[in-house]
């Protein structure tokens, strides 16, 4: 079956630092590719999506790009700030099955300190 | 505003009392979706619903029960909680697919714990 599997955390940055998240990912077919941001009581929100091979998805400065031939989608943003601050989950699907279902790493926890 | 609701946000029961969680969006969406999450395992799906009165089991269904009646809302039950259904709950909506792709709005989560 499908799995997704993202580094652990937490990571603990400065204000300023560059951030890399990595996400591999096993999966049948071709797949779309998400991360998804979680603040402090609140819910998912989608950050970024790549939808082929060698996509790239940017959003706030987030940048990931799906490469097939390595399966991975790391999140990558060049200079982070404290209101980054928040759990990061990869995340992929199938476009074509009704389900519709999103396969979700574990999350990873980003602490940024100023 | 567009968005997902869900009530109660948090909620502790015993062992065995029923209790329904409601879900609702406003969005005009057809497919509707209920996650678990649970440290280190990240979001699972329980159940899902692809358009009113049209439900199936995703994952992890075991103890929950669902219904579609109408399209706005999705509710979940469990109708004999145990304490290993302890988790928060997401509810989710998807828009249309638009080119094949799609986007799921999530609500703020039900923290569930059950003793």
């Known amino acids: 079956g499908d799995s997704v599997t993202q580094m652990e955390g937490p990571v603990t940055l400065s204000e300023e630092a560059f951030l890399t998240i990595n996400c591999t990912y096993t999966?049948?077919?071709?797949?779309?590719l998400f991360w998804y941001v979680q603040y402090p009581g609140e819910g998912l929100q989608l950050l970024l999506k790549?939808?082929?091979?060698?996509d790239k998805g940017s959003n706030k400065g987030f940048e990931a790009t799906y490469r097939k031939e390595t399966t991975s989608f790391h999140l990558e943003k060049g200079s982070v700030q404290v209101s980054d601050s928040a759990v990061y989950f990869c995340?992929?699907?199938?476009?074509?099955?009704?389900?519709?279902?999103?396969?979700f790493g574990s999350g990873t926890r980003l602490q940024v300190q100023p | 505003e567009a968005q997902v609701t869900q009530n109660p946000r948090y909620l502790i029961t015993v062992t065995g009392k029923k209790l329904t969680v409601t879900c609702s969006q406003n969005?005009?969406?057809?497919?509707m979706s209920w996650y678990r999450q649970d440290p280190g395992l990240g979001l699972r799906q329980i159940y899902y619903?692809?358009?009113?009165?049209?439900?199936d089991k995703g994952d992890v269904p075991e103890g929950y029960k669902v219904s579609r009646k109408e399209k706005r809302n999705f509710p979940l039950i469990l109708e004999s909680p145990s304490p290993n259904q302890t988790s928060l709950y997401f509810c989710?909506?998807?828009?249309?697919?638009?080119?094949?792709?799609?986007?799921?709005?999530f609500g703020p989560g039900t923290r569930l714990t059950v003793t």
């Open positions: 989710a909506s998807s828009s249309p697919t638009l080119g094949g792709v799609y986007e799921q709005y």
């Open positions: 999966a049948t077919g071709y797949p779309s």
């Open positions: 790549a939808t082929k091979a060698d």
């Open positions: 995340a992929l699907g199938h476009m074509d099955t009704g389900r519709r279902a999103l396969t």
């Open positions: 969005m005009n969406h057809e497919y």
């Open positions: 619903s692809m358009n009113v009165e049209v439900t």
